[in-house]
């Protein structure tokens, strides 16, 4: 009985051994396949105060940006939350450009049975930062380089979702038909370039954005209607006294038109350029008749 206790011992030894042979190839295999693979990989204890781990990839990241591996770990410390689909994190060293990182994190046991937090992570650097130049170009009017229409609408209606109060004026450049059948196109665009840097230089509280031919907005919270429209007729009269006093051969001036929106009423933001609209083409002919 003493043998076979004896033989039964030894072979349970060897599956044993055998098995953690089979364990450790699986884990050499598994950390033979984190270190060649191209994105981040790093493990790091569940309070997000040490590094277990970092592969290739994630080495070389370090070295190339010696102030990442600290703010890494301090970001990923500010938000321990796991097992979360997609994540996306922005980094910086002190006064420079940030970095993008997209990661995806796992919860784990690490050797000797630490807890521990898997995370794998891609550079999406390039990525983000083309998408954020694409969306500037396509918030940006060629000509003058402020904000388009599409970006006074995006704005408007995201002040409106939060109920906000805010001043809006309609801005008509006048004479620019003239100008640029008299005087040709490049004369025109001139003519918008000085009317956007007298806009720009009156000290209007708020978004401007040129909306269309020879359209400008101006987006303005918490300016009431009087305060915005005393402005406004201030850069009108400097517009109109630096043609008279210098060698532009034409007038030049804008009519305009200014609503408050009450964010608390919930309406569109359509009905209140109904009424801008309308109240610009009044505007438009009472000056007509003091003219």
């Given at each position: ?7 039964e011992?030894?072979q ?8 953690r ?12 396949i ?18 277990y781990y970092?592969n ?35 980094l910086?060293?002190e ?15 690490w ?5 521990a937090i ?17 969306e ?23 002040w409106?979702e ?7 004026a ?8 003239y ?30 954005c040129?909306t ?5 907005m101006?987006?303005?919270p ?20 630096e ?6 051969p034409?007038k030049?001036?804008?009519s ?18 109904e ?17």
């Amino acid at each position: 009985m003493g043998k076979r206790d004896g033989e039964e011992k030894q072979q349970l030894v060897l599956e044993i051994s055998e098995l953690r042979e089979q364990l450790n190839q699986k884990r050499q295999f598994f950390m033979d396949i984190m270190e060649s693979i191209s994105e981040i990989v790093i493990i790091i204890d569940e309070k997000a105060k040490t590094y277990y781990y970092e592969n290739q990839s994630a080495r070389e990241e370090f070295s190339k940006h010696k102030w990442l591996k600290e703010r890494l770990l301090q970001q990923l410390a500010s938000d321990l939350r796991w097992n979360r689909r997609i994540q996306e994190i922005e980094l910086s060293e002190e006064n420079n450009s940030p970095y993008y990182y997209r990661l995806q994190s796992q919860r784990i046991i690490w050797e000797n049975k630490k807890p521990a937090i898997f995370y794998m992570i891609w550079d999406i650097t390039e990525e983000k930062r083309k998408e954020m130049n694409w969306e500037q170009n396509s918030y940006e009017d060629p000509l003058t380089h402020l904000y388009n229409r599409r970006y006074a609408m995006k704005t408007a209606q995201e002040w409106m979702e939060r109920r906000q109060e805010f001043s809006f004026a309609f801005i008509d450049v006048d004479f620019l038909k003239y100008v640029n059948d008299e005087m040709g196109k490049l004369e025109g665009n001139r003519y918008l370039m000085r009317v956007a840097n007298h806009l720009k230089q009156s000290s209007i509280p708020g978004v401007l954005c040129k909306t269309g031919g020879n359209e400008f907005m101006v987006l303005c919270p918490n300016v009431d209607e009087t305060k915005l429209e005393h402005i406004l007729e201030m850069c009108r009269e400097t517009l109109a006294k630096e043609a008279k006093g210098s060698s532009i051969p034409y007038k030049m001036g804008f009519s305009y038109a200014v609503v408050t929106v009450d964010g608390s009423l919930g309406q569109d933001f359509s009905s209140y350029l109904e009424t801008a609209d309308k109240k610009l083409y009044e505007y438009r002919k009472q000056r007509k008749k003091r003219l």
